[in-house]
């Protein structure tokens, strides 16, 4: 790690003193996670109670409280990162709920991997209130206090540590992205919002089917994942057992995450829908099946995963060429940016696929960076449609003379979503690439070709929107409604505030990345040992770990590099020892 | 101040103004001018300090953990090394004098502060590339540059072309980054490393290890990048960018990078490979040459002159390590295509980048008209244009004692010992050079303006001849080595196979032949049967068609992506609407089917019914890209 940007006396002194804190009122991070799921909760409830209020008022209330989770969000993410522990849970609180007869109460905490995805549903939770505040909706009391009910489920689910509330949060979140399509949707939101609401019930019942057979099969009377995962670690299900509760999970959370072919309502719902529900789902609540099999199917049921890995890697392939060469034919805006959602996510399965940590870890930075880019599109896009009265992108044209600034941040987006380096995407998909490839050649190669195919609808969609002359279409808009106008400020702020925590994770992947990776190593080295020397695995050679480092490598350092470590660049051996420094001990090198 | 230090400044110097420049310059052209030509400027002050006062020609590897996950490590770091020094001094000094001009060039353009942006953002990516250490981070600033030319490509974004032109030069450079990108993460997996010097020891000890298709798809990279066939067809469209960044970009530093990357891990490749590299550069050297013939707009005939030297230096870097390889007991023979290619590509760099800030004066001075055929008579109204733009001519018909004549004569003579037919090729190709060169200088400066453009033009100011004249000092004494900081002379001079005695009498008589037959034709095909159009237009229509068709590739491409990938597209996207969405989902029993489905065939996996779903599938997409369907 470069010095400079580390060693930043200001941050760094904040941070110590951050870790100071945790150390010394040791229930403080605990309340505050709790505090950033019950606020915009309560508040979303006051603003639906309250009713219409004039605008001013209620947009100051709103906009405070989605600014408060995210607030605590970077504080609760910084401290987690600053702490660099061995991917344990921290910040818990264990709160009764009067079903601890079945093992229920609402446990609260965050690992690596939930740190991250809760900092991002925390930022995109701001940028989606923040446009949502500007956009001037009818019923805005309704529409900003469903979309701060969203923000508590979304926090939840990451925070959560009890399966049931896991789901249960889910649901809090779902619900009112539905009402949210049917009311404030666009052209076709009645069957849209039908489709969505069949579909997910669908995908949702079949996974809480799938917790709910974990829970009866491992007789512990308990939603508790860190005890489930501690137990079933030492006495796995039989495998039997472990591929039915599997094969349950992963059509339903792949139900919830479009994986193809259950992935149509995906379009369709979002292209309907409203923008900022449609930042939350798209960006956030889409994770929760990825997440759900990151977190909680795959090192539950290892076995399990291993014997449906076959089928997911042909289904997700799926996403990645067929869905791919559908975005190429789509002529609606936001159509394609649902399908290239769609399309993104393959890539996030096969990271899960490969059963690798660099796959897993993979997987997990590319969640928190496709949240970030896929939120930054649905937000452009409803700016563009704003201007240009459609979403067809054969009547647009030419808009870049008139909004330069929407044309840059579109720009940027598109170049983000499609993987430029510099940009978050960029890593995630980099360490996907390099986990599939080493799992199985062809698949690597398959599933690179993604980068073409993402390169020419992303493009082509910046040209047909923003380049050459105006069509005509767009030309009569502009002479009914007045020439479009630049970005407003109110629009700006969240499209800025994405497209900055793109940039940030894209530059220092490391801050996001190092938690990630001790998490997932910390929860997937156990299993794979496990499974190498277990008796009920006759695929366990499948389970592959990267050979980069493999004994008998020549791996010591040249001799070029110990006599140039002055100045700003810090020896490798001390890189560690700065507090938020980017990187693990280095756990391969030879001593 | 330690060079390490230093490096970290030259690299981020222009980011940190592409910075400002987004922030505040939107609306501020003269003040983003100001601010992007100054960074460039610290750049290449801070350069030529470091090359000629602070290194020591040791190599240098400042290096950090970047990112990990699992046991997969990505690091950051620079490698100074005599290659990269090499391309810091051009990259860095050619960027300057280009920027300088860009002033001149972009006045009273609404989107100057954009112009320059992306020419900072440019200058870091550029930086980043050649100072990378790793084949990762090399990945990383190649494809920066090919945003930051995607940029400025479409910076007239008005006119459908250049909006069209930037896409499919993203694109089709994508599509060498794919290979690139797969031969990167295979090599990282087969030698557990991409760190630079750490695969060079690897190579030399192991040179079993060496794996043909990776060597295969680490070129795909350079094919999209130095526009070598069969992906060269970015290159003559990037042309409707602004002249300057067809000069920076898209002929002195950036299309070179391919051939930088090539000479970088030089050590990589197996001897396939190294054959497979010549072949592709002489054939990009004399396709292009033959098509320059083939259009009258004075960018696009230096854009496939462009492409000509390019396969030149591709071809010579095979031939040379080619050499090396068979010659292993001759010492430093190992180095002979590293440094024939980048002698080449930094003497290529002034005088190309000459010929195109020439074009640049003509074209602000004519109102950008940029067929030939509509300007002459330029020598007598802009007289230092001239000057400097026969000095360019003259350097890369090979005229001795021009910078041209050095680099292209080590090329040359290299073929001449290693490949009879690559030899007679790049001969012939020299001579077409010539003559297509002579086309466009005798068109354009002499005889009657024929045009109210031409004949309206007045020399440039000082802000854009007086980089033409650096440009042409250089291109005068680029073969001499006191013009370069000592640390280049090893790659540029010592490791380049100069031939000597009778060989060196014998490329000297090729040379000057070729040269001054080539412009001779020129001259008397192009301007003395008359210039007022092109004369095999003229004269032989059905030939001249042929240089225009330029082998109908691009007619192919365009072919595949309409009628091929759009029908795939949209056969699929039918189906996707009408099958899963309409029938399968829209039914009430379809969710329970569809499952049952997906569950049942997993588990009884019959491998005939796969094969013969595939059959099918690709019997139905087929008839249906052949329009059968409509």
Redesign the interface.
């Known amino acids: ?2 010095a400079p940007a580390v060693n930043f006396a200001p941050l760094t002194g904040i941070l110590q003193w951050q870790q100071g804190l945790h150390v010394a009122v040791p229930w403080l991070n605990g309340a505050l996670l709790l505090a950033s799921i019950l606020f915009p909760l309560v508040a979303g409830f006051a603003l639906l109670l309250a009713g219409p209020k004039p605008g001013r008022a209620l947009g100051v209330v709103a906009g405070v409280a989605f600014l408060i989770p995210a607030l605590f969000a970077v504080w609760l993410w910084s401290t987690y990162a600053g702490f660099r522990g061995e991917g344990e849970y921290l910040f818990r609180t264990d709160i009764s709920t009067g079903l601890d007869a079945f093992g229920i109460s609402l446990k609260l905490g965050l690992n690596g991997i939930s740190a991250p995805l809760f900092l991002m549903a925390g930022i995109v939770g701001l940028a989606a209130g923040l446009f949502a505040i500007q956009s001037g909706m009818e019923r805005m009391h309704a529409y900003l206090g469903l979309l701060l009910i969203m923000l508590s489920g979304l926090l939840g689910l990451f925070a959560s540590i009890d399966l049931f509330f896991f789901y249960f949060f889910h649901e809090f979140a779902l619900i009112p992205t539905f009402i949210m399509i049917g009311i404030w949707g666009g052209r076709g939101r009645k069957a849209a919002a039908m ?1 969505m609401t069949i ?1 997910l019930t ?1 995908g949702a019942l079949l996974s809480l089917t799938g917790l709910i057979a974990v829970y009866v099969q491992s007789g512990l009377n308990s939603f508790d994942m860190i005890t489930l995962r501690e137990h079933l670690a030492v006495i796995p299900l039989a495998t039997a057992v472990q591929q039915y509760a599997f ?1 349950l999970l992963l ?1 339903g959370f792949g139900i919830l995450v479009s994986l193809w ?1 259950f992935h ?1 309502w995906a379009p ?1 719902g979002y292209a309907a829908a409203p923008a900022s529900a449609a930042m939350l789902h798209a960006g956030v609540l889409k994770k929760f099946g990825l997440y759900g099999l990151v977190q909680v199917a795959v090192p539950l049921l290892p076995d399990g995963a291993l014997s449906w890995s ?2 997911l890697i042909y289904l997700a392939l799926g996403n990645v060429l ?2 791919g ?6 002529r609606d805006l936001k159509r394609m940016i649902g399908y290239s959602s769609v399309m993104h996510m393959g890539y996030i399965f096969l990271g899960i696929v490969s059963l ?3 796959g897993i ?2 997987a997990v ?1 590319l969640m928190f960076a496709h949240g970030l880019s896929i939120a930054l599109l649905f937000l452009l896009s409803a700016s563009i449609e704003n201007r240009t009265g459609t979403t067809d992108l054969f009547c647009m044209g ?1 808009l ?2 008139q909004t ?2 929407l044309a ?1 941040f579109f ?1 940027a987006a598109v ?1 983000a979503a499609i993987g ?3 940009f978050a995407n ?2 995630g998909e ?2 996907v ?3 599939v ?2 799992f199985e ?1 062809w698949l ?2 398959l599933v ?2 993604g ?2 195919i993402s ?2 609808y992303g ?2 969609a910046v ?1 047909q929107i ?4 105006a069509s005509d279409a767009l030309a009569g808009h502009v002479a009914k409604a007045g020439a479009p106008s630049d970005l407003k400020g109110a629009e700006r702020a969240p499209a800025l505030l994405l497209l900055l925590a793109l940039m940030f994770s894209g530059f220092l ?2 801050t996001i ?2 938690s ?2 001790r998490s ?2 910390a929860t997937y080295r156990p299993v794979q040992v496990s499974l190498s020397g277990g008796s009920s695995m006759p695929a366990a050679s499948q389970i592959r ?6 004994p008998g ?3 010591e350092s ?1 001799e ?2 110990d006599h ?7 020896p ?1 051996d001390q ?1 560690d020892g700065g507090l938020f420094a ?3 001990p280095d756990r ?1 090198n030879n001593p | 101040m330690n060079p390490e230090t230093l490096l970290f400044c030259i690299l981020f110097l222009p980011l940190g103004a592409a910075l400002v420049i987004a922030c505040f310059g939107r609306r501020h052209g003269s003040f983003s001018a100001a601010v992007s030509v100054g960074s460039s400027f610290a750049q290449m002050a801070l350069s030529l300090w470091l090359l000629w006062g602070i290194w020591d020609e040791s190599a240098l590897q400042p290096q950090a953990q970047w990112l990990v996950f699992g046991d997969v490590r990505f690091h950051m770091g620079f490698l100074l090394n005599n290659t990269a020094a090499l391309l810091l001094f051009v990259v860095s000094f050619v960027g300057f004098w280009i920027h300088l001009f860009s002033i001149g060039y972009t006045r009273g353009d609404p989107g100057r502060g954009r112009f320059f942006g992306g020419m900072s953002i440019f200058m870091f990516a550029m930086m980043g590339l050649v100072l990378a250490d790793n084949l990762f981070m090399m990945f990383i600033f190649w494809e920066l540059v090919g945003f930051s030319s995607y940029m400025l490509i479409a910076h007239y974004f008005e006119r459908p072309a250049a909006a069209a032109a930037a896409n499919k030069a993203f694109i089709v450079n994508r599509v060498g980054d794919f290979g690139f990108l797969i031969g990167i993460i295979w090599c990282y997996l087969h030698f557990g490393t991409v760190d630079l010097a750490e695969l060079e020891v690897l190579a030399a000890a192991n040179p079993e290890m060496l794996l043909t298709p990776i060597s295969l798809l680490l070129i795909s990279g350079v094919l999209g990048k130095s526009a070598q066939v069969p992906l060269h067809v970015w290159l003559p469209d990037a042309m409707e960018g602004p002249t300057p960044v067809s000069a920076l970009i898209h002929a002195a530093t950036m299309v070179a990078a391919g051939v930088y990357l090539l000479g970088r891990i030089y050590f990589m490749y197996t001897e396939t490979a190294l054959t497979a590299i010549i072949v592709i550069g002489t054939v990009t050297a004399i396709y292009s040459a033959i098509c320059a013939f083939g259009v009258s707009d004075i960018k696009k005939i230096l854009a496939y002159s462009t492409l000509s030297q390019l396969g030149f230096l591709v071809a010579a870097f095979g031939m040379g390590t080619r050499f090396g390889l068979y010659e292993q007991e001759l010492e430093g023979a190992r180095l002979f295509g590293v440094g024939a290619a980048n002698f080449h590509l930094t003497t290529h760099a002034f005088f190309k980048a000459l010929l195109f800030l020439g074009a640049g004066s003509i074209l602000h001075a004519c109102h950008h008209q940029q067929d030939i055929f509509k300007l002459g008579g330029l020598w007598r109204r802009m007289p230092l244009t001239f000057l400097f733009f026969t000095i360019a001519v003259l350097a890369i018909a090979g005229i001795p004692p021009l910078a041209g004549f050095h680099s292209k004569d080590a090329i040359l003579f290299l073929a001449y010992e290693e490949s009879q037919v690559v030899f007679y090729v790049l001969v012939l190709t020299t001579l077409l050079t010539a003559w297509y060169m002579g086309r466009l200088y005798f068109v354009t400066f002499f005889g009657k303006p024929r045009t109210e453009e031409a004949e309206g033009a007045r020399e440039s100011s000082w802000v854009m001849w007086l980089p033409l004249g650096v440009l042409a000092v250089y291109s005068v004494l680029g073969g001499f080595m006191f013009v370069y900081p000592p640390g280049l002379h090893f790659l540029i001079d010592q490791s380049v196979m100069h031939p000597v005695g009778g060989d060196y009498t014998l490329m000297l008589v090729i040379s000057v032949a070729c040269g001054g037959l080539g412009l001779a034709l020129g001259y008397l095909v192009y301007f003395r049967m008359g210039a007022e159009s092109d004369v095999v237009g003229r004269r032989l229509p059905g030939f001249h068609g042929f240089l225009r068709s330029r082998l109908f590739i691009d007619e192919i491409y365009g072919f595949y992506v309409r009628a091929i990938q759009q029908r795939v597209a949209e056969f699929l996207a039918f189906l996707d609407q009408i099958l899963i969405s309409g029938l399968l989902v829209r039914g009430s029993a379809g969710i329970a089917a569809i499952l049952g489905v997906v569950a049942r065939g997993s588990f009884t996996g019959s491998l005939h019914g796969y094969v013969y779903w595939l059959l099918a599938g690709m019997l139905l997409f087929s008839l249906y890209a052949f329009g059968i369907f409509g």
């Open positions: 790690m470069i489709e579909y669908l094969g059509f072919p149509t369709r076959p089928v067929i869905i060469f559908v975005t190429l034919a789509q690798s940590t660099v870890g993979a930075f030419g870049a003379r330069p600034v840059g720009v170049f430029l380096p510099g960029f890593w980099l360490a690439f390099i986990a490839f080493e050649k690597g190669v690179i070709l980068i073409i390169a020419v493009l082509r040209a923003f380049y050459g002359e992947p490391g990345a190092d990630i990776n997932v190593e770990r990267m050979t980069a480092t493999s490598f020549p791996w040249l070029v590099r140039h470590t002055a100045g700003l660049w810090l490798p890189t980017m990187n693990g391969t």
